[in-house]
């Protein structure tokens, strides 16, 4: 029963970490492609990309994106 724990925790210690490194690497992509970016708040990111994904296009262009899993 401890080695399942044990066997539990290392597994969700490398999905955490797995997450934290996806999260920190689009963060940058972000940061990148919208100078502005870092000045914002986390609020104000979050309504800036809501705002873009109302764009006309927006849809279209989701659509076609690869499905997370999906071979490149």
Do not use: C, M, Y
């Not at 401890?2 to 940061?31: F, H, M, P, S, Y």
């Amino acid at each position: 029963e401890n080695r399942k724990k044990i066997l539990e925790n290392k597994q969700r210690n490398e999905e955490r970490r797995v997450r934290t490194r996806r999260l920190i690497e689009r963060g940058a992509v972000l940061e990148g492609i919208f100078p502005l970016a870092p000045d914002l708040s986390g609020a104000e990111v979050k309504a800036f990309l809501i705002a873009l994904s109302h764009l006309p296009g927006a849809a279209e262009l989701t659509a076609n994106l690869p499905k997370s899993g999906d071979t490149p």
